[in-house]
């Protein structure tokens, strides 16, 4: 746990004001206040971490691991606003991707950058931020930032309100300018810094750096969910799959593998960066949009799915003499859970707009079990569901997507059975089945909740 490091810090409790306007903010961050670094990397599993010693060596050995790392909604867009927000995906309203108008509605104020921006941070964003945004359109609440949809080969960029072509691979040239943001912040050391450094990597189309392209990568091992023999147990979008060819998950894996290697190089870049500068006193967080599946279940190379691999993420978090360094916290850790522990950490208390979902990492409480939800997305037929997630059980509900109602259950004992291969609900013993009406009234109610009142 982390509560006795962060000892001092503003209490959780303290930022969950009632709705008022976000304008009755400080105008100077308090004194001590950390810089802070967040790196989102894209589609990332939870298990890929063995090719990036850099990010092990500066997160995992300088800090803390967060094994039980979750997003609530699997996919792209809505995850990056429920990071930004600190809020449910049902409460901040982008669905998913391929939505304007829920991503124009999203209120960019009440973000880490809105708020830490109101509060005296200088604020800076490197890479990709939101589906649907074009480059040419400015992303507010940041002082300086360089945007691209999302590619690993060149492309135009908004550099500071400037949309420009810029050659080269997209990591390296937003290592390049992460780099120069940390240089130019130090010219204003007397302000803390917000950072905020995106890849594209590892998303398809899975596109290594030259001098990575034949790298060497970790055998793979398929474990006992891979093209799963018998899934007449899961819902209609599982049971209708064929099983996913080895040498695809073969070569997908390998692939993202080496373009993690080069948001390694980058990792490794901004720590000398930092180590030159003297900024000791930074909260540096790594963490991805959402995990991915390589023929798990027979679901190949894809997210969106309730299962272990799409929902868990590697979740990393560092800051020398307030959390422990080569320290493993199991508890169960959201990505909503990011903006109430930066502002925990920076001892700011803005007026919210909208009541945090999540609850500080810095504050030691722990949760004892998690809601992980799904909508309808633009670029995927798939269908809507919801999940109650603990550290021993997982319950599903899958949706109409014309009624609502619930069309099908998953129930999965995740001691006795780890890689969710038998649907307790669907394996015709009803002596092993859960109480369904107590799980599906609660997870009803969650499926609504706002502040304090969320899971």
Known sequence: MLGTAAAGLVPLLALLAPPQSAAAVADAAPPGAPNILLIVTDDQRADTLGVMPRTRSFFQQGGTTFANGFVDTPLCCPSRASIFSGRYT??????????PDKVAAFDQSSTIQGYLKQSGYQTAIVGKYLNTVPVERSPLNWDRWMTFPGTYGSAYYNIDGTVRWRSGYSTTLIADRAVQMLQDFESTDSKPWFLYVATHAPHSNFTPEAKY?????PAFVPPPSFNEVDVSDKPPAVKSRSPWPLNNAVTVRAKQLRTLMSVDDMVGRLEAQLSALGETNTLAVFI???????G?????SNKRFPYQESVTVPYLMRWPGHVPAAAVDRRLALNVDLLPTILNAAGVSPTLTYPLDGRSLLSGSARDHLLLEYFLSNDSPLGPWASTRTSTYQYVEWYSKTTGNVVFREYYNLVADPYQLTNLLADGDPANDPPVATLSARLKTE?????SACP
């Open 90 to 99: 049902h409460n901040h309203e982008v669905w998913g991707n391929g939505f």
């Open 213 to 217: 392209d034949a790298a060497p990568v």
């Open 288 to 294: 991805s949009d959402n995990g991915y599946l390589l």
């Open 447 to 451: 499926r609504q909740c706002v502040g």
């Open 296 to 300: 798990e279940h027979r679901i190949g």
